[in-house]
């Protein structure tokens, strides 16, 4: 669910920094929400998509496996939470964090607050500002397509190899 959190984030910050720039060019401010809004909306997609797919699968290995409830939990965490997982989280916090940098002009020596004036230099930095958060914005969808894909993988995997055979209370 972080994953989808991120999206949010992002369009928490971003948004109110953009409220105040103009609408006078193609890197205006509808273009700076339409690009969050369509990471959104993808991050939105890929994430029902997948989260519906994977719960199939797991409840699928947790009857092959044959799983108590008591068990699930602790027998469910590493398809969702191992080394690799972290580190598409931790990717896609950083990018986030772009983000916001973006918004307080930390890596541009521009603020987007500022960026309501006019002429052609504010346009160029507007523009070159818009450039990098579609950007960042695509890497964040394509990590958590990878993030997914490397999930589904493991439960996929799992679900294809041989049941754990428990031993039963009464041996």
Known sequence: ????????????????????????????????VAVVSEASAQLSAINTANKKSFEMKLRALKARQNWTDRDFVAKATPFVKDKKIAAFDAFNKALLTKVSQLGKGASNNVSLASLAGGGDSQTNKKCQMLNKLRGIMANVVENTRTKWAYMLGKIDAANSSEPTLQASAGQ
């Open 1 to 32: 669910m972080r994953w989808l959190l991120g999206a949010g984030a992002a369009a928490v910050i971003f948004f109110p920094l953009v409220a105040n720039a103009g609408s006078a060019s193609k890197c205006d401010r509808a273009a700076f």
